[in-house]
């Protein structure tokens, strides 16, 4: 382990009580790697979003990308903060969630717009700016494109989840897609 690597291991297990998920990965990077675990942290911990909208927001975008790691790593929080578990459920199967509050259903409307198509209509993005104001959607899509740089970590580099987890997402095995009845055909 170099120099580098051992500092970022140190300040990971003295913030994150150890090396787990994707950080796994990023030690391998440090100087990036380091950088990438500075964003994650200041999107938890200094977003303009508070706890449940951060963690609706990490949890539409680990089912996007369909890393399970960050689901189980975040659902329970997510639960804790205020999000409805029958929502989320149904989230974890691709199914519309039906959440709750109109700030949880503009805040995953967005994210799944600008996730699925690098946009965000002029609707949407009215309805989120009305709700949540400018800083605040300013730092949702930040936050949105850190949760998906450490989703991409987790599936590129194939982080397993824990030895005793049950997948969470019924078209996910391991680390593919199950085809869908209704996805096109490959060609």
Do not use: K
């Amino acid at each position: 382990m170099s120099t580098e690597q051992a500092e970022l291991r140190a300040r990971l297990e003295a913030r994150r009580g150890g090396v787990h998920g994707p950080f796994q990965v990023l030690l391998r990077s440090p100087e990036l790697g380091g950088r990438l675990e500075e964003l994650s942290t200041s999107c938890m911990r200094d977003s303009a979003l508070p706890p449940r909208l951060r963690e609706l927001t990490l949890l539409t975008v680990a089912r996007r990308f369909d890393a399970q790691h960050s689901w189980l790593a975040h659902v329970g929080r997510g639960e804790a903060a205020g999000l409805d578990p029958a929502a989320l459920a149904r989230l974890a199967r691709g199914e519309e969630p039906g959440f709750r509050g109109p700030d949880e259903r503009i805040l995953h409307r967005f994210v799944e717009q600008l996730l699925a198509d690098h946009f965000v209509d002029d609707d949407t993005y009215a309805a989120a700016l009305a709700e949540f104001g400018e800083r605040t959607l300013i730092d949702l899509v930040i936050v949105t494109g850190g949760f998906a740089s450490l989703a991409l970590v987790l599936n590129t580099f194939q982080v397993d989840l824990p030895p005793t987890a049950a997948p969470p997402f019924p078209d996910v095995t391991g680390f593919r897609r199950t085809p869908r009845d209704n996805a096109p055909a490959a060609s």
